[in-house]
C-alpha cells in the first residue's frame, strides 16, 4: 500500500492550513495562528466522547489531527456546547498569556478547515456528533466555491 498523501505532504499541507486560517484571522504570525487553531480545537474537542474525538480527528490531515489530540485526557469530563461568543471567550483564555486569538478564530479556523478536509466526510462525522457539532462548524460564504478543498 502507498503512503497516505497526508503523510508524505504532511508540511506542505500544514503550511497551506496555517496560511489560509492566519489570513482570515488577520495575523501575523504562524504561533499566534497556530496557539488560536489549538485552542478552538481544544474548545472543541472538550465536547466530545473520546470516540467522537477519534472520529473527527480521523479526517483531519495528519499535522491538524495530532494538535487535536495532543495533550488531550480521554478521561476528562465532557461539556455542553454553548454560544459562539463563550466557545470564543474559552479559547481566548487557553495560555492567555500568549494568546492573540481574535474573536473570529472559530469561524476562521473552520473555513480554513473546511478547505483543506474531505466535505462529505466532515459533514458525515458532524453529523453523529452532540447537538451542536455541525453549528460550531458553520461557515457563512456568499459563493460556496470559496471553501472547496484545496489541493496543495
Do not use: C
Amino acid at each position: 500500500m502507498p503512503m497516505p498523501w497526508t503523510y508524505h505532504h504532511a508540511t506542505k499541507e500544514f503550511r497551506s492550513f496555517l496560511s489560509d486560517a492566519k489570513e482570515r484571522m488577520s495575523l501575523v504570525s504562524d504561533n499566534s495562528t497556530y496557539t488560536a487553531v489549538d485552542a478552538v480545537f481544544q474548545v472543541f474537542r472538550r465536547r466530545l466522547t473520546p470516540k467522537q474525538v477519534i472520529a473527527f480527528a480521523d479526517i483531519l490531515p495528519s499535522v491538524l489531527r495530532a494538535i487535536f489530540v495532543y495533550r488531550w485526557d480521554p478521561e476528562a469530563r465532557q461539556v455542553s456546547f454553548a454560544s459562539v461568543e463563550e466557545h470564543t471567550r474559552e479559547a481566548q483564555a487557553i495560555r492567555k498569556d500568549h494568546n492573540l486569538t481574535p474573536d473570529n478564530a472559530i469561524e476562521a479556523t473552520a473555513w480554513a478547515l473546511r478547505r483543506h478536509v474531505n466535505q462529505r466526510d466532515l459533514d458525515r462525522v458532524l453529523a453523529q456528533l452532540p447537538q451542536g457539532a455541525i453549528r460550531f462548524w458553520e461557515v457563512d460564504v456568499s459563493d460556496p466555491r470559496e471553501l472547496e478543498q484545496r489541493i496543495v
